[in-house]
């Protein structure tokens, strides 16, 4: 497959990663994540209009620089520059929490949206809720649940990017379908990266708008059927799935984390509709 793939190297930089650590590897996780986000497309096209564009674009950079997606890097990168995201390319190499939060110190009204882009990343959207409810207090019901939608939309493009780039170096039949599905998507997003760094930075607010208002729109194109496929799964065992990964991100982070009985019910209630 990679050598099949080779001449379309000039389009996407498969060559950037080689094992990811953000990657869909079962089907399941996979279909239940693009229910989720198709839940969430209609508050993010709304966003675009009734949001601050340099927010959302913080949070997403901030996902990004846990999953560390080149495609995400590529577009968002632009788009926060454009957005006026300050230091955001520092913010997309951060490697810990202190060190994305120190880079807004300089406005402390960014701080609760880092923290819970970083939390949400670290934990790939589970187990979100006292994060949630931290954000929620700190800047309000509605801008928290657009900042949990947009924390979907990178994850859904930062696992979708990586899984992609996978699928070509280690080939499998899961990979080899999805490098299928989504490859023009993907090469869209490359050329349109390459494109907007011919803007310049802090451009009009109505473009970023714009731009906010079409990514949800062309990428639905891709993801609600998929969401559509995935919805009984989300419905039926979804909650399983999730407990079994909070207790495996919790472990990574905590050696000496919980129980898987006491992860369940710590969990419970913990994904925001």
Not at 233 to 253: E, F, H, P, V, W
Request: hydrophobic share 45%.
């Amino acid at each position: 497959l990679e050598k099949i793939l080779r001449p379309l190297r000039v389009f996407l930089p498969l060559d950037l990663v080689l094992n990811m650590p953000g990657t869909w590897k079962q089907v399941t996780h996979c279909l239940i994540d693009h229910a989720v986000l198709t839940s969430y497309l209609p508050r993010i096209f709304c966003s675009a209009f009734c949001s601050d564009a340099r927010i959302g674009e913080l949070v997403h950079v901030t996902v990004n620089s846990v999953n560390n997606c080149p495609y995400c890097t590529g577009l968002h990168g632009e788009l926060a520059r454009m957005a006026g995201v300050e230091d955001s390319e520092k913010l997309m190499v951060a490697k810990t929490e202190n060190e994305a939060c120190a880079l807004v110190k300089n406005r402390p009204e960014d701080l609760p949206y880092v923290k819970f882009a970083r939390t949400f990343a670290q934990s790939n959207g589970f187990g979100i809720g006292p994060a949630f409810e931290d954000l929620a207090t700190a800047v309000g019901a509605g801008p928290a649940k657009t900042t949990l939608a947009l924390c979907w939309f990178l994850h859904w493009g930062s696992f979708g990017g990586n899984t992609l780039n996978n699928a070509c170096k280690k080939p499998s039949l899961f990979g080899t379908i999805f490098f299928l599905y989504y490859f023009v998507l993907f090469g869209i997003i490359t050329v349109v990266s390459k494109i907007l760094k011919l803007f310049p930075s802090g451009g009009p607010k109505f473009f970023s708008g714009l731009m906010n208002a079409t990514l949800p729109v062309v990428a639905g194109i891709w993801v609600v059927p998929l969401g559509i496929l995935g919805a009984p799964l989300a419905l039926t065992c979804g909650d399983s799935i999730r407990d079994k990964a909070t207790l495996k991100c919790r472990t990574i982070m905590n050696p000496a984390a919980e129980s898987p009985a006491s992860a369940a019910e710590d969990n419970k209630g913990t994904r925001i509709p």
